[in-house]
């Protein structure tokens, strides 16, 4: 089992950037395939990025393609989400996921509890 706990959202103009991590607990993190996730008010939970457990392959939403990327730190239990250029429509709670399979998916087993990100315009 992993507990995943998001930080680094916060408040941001259209086109700056903010970076999300994700810290993961226990030992066989190295194992699990990562991704974010988003929803917006009134909205579903969308998928956002994805990558495998080795970090060698990565998915992204066609809606944030070229702007954000994901990574990991396997020596420290981290997942990355660089988000760039972002956009009022990108404002969301995000959300890290994991799953024991260890390769890219859209379904997962393990969520954190969010972090708001919100995009002035």
């Known amino acids: 089992q992993v507990q995943l706990v998001e930080s680094g959202g916060g408040l941001v103009q259209a086109g700056g950037s903010l970076r999300l991590s994700c810290a993961a607990s226990?030992?066989?993190?190295?194992?699990?395939?990562m991704g974010w996730f988003r929803q917006a008010p009134g909205k579903g939970r969308e998928f956002v990025a994805g990558?495998?457990?080795?970090?060698?392959?990565?998915r992204y939403a066609d809606s944030v393609k070229g702007r954000f990327t994901i990574s990991r730190d396997n020596t420290k239990n981290t997942v990355l989400l660089q988000m760039n250029s972002l956009k009022p429509e990108d404002t969301a709670v995000y959300y890290c996921?994991?799953?024991?399979?260890?390769?890219?998916?859209?379904?997962?087993?393990?969520w954190g509890q969010g972090t708001q990100v919100t995009v002035s315009s």
């Open positions: 990558i495998n457990w080795s970090g060698s392959i990565t």
């Open positions: 226990g030992r066989t993190f190295s194992r699990y395939a």
């Open positions: 996921a994991a799953d024991p399979a260890g390769v890219v998916t859209y379904e997962y087993d393990y």
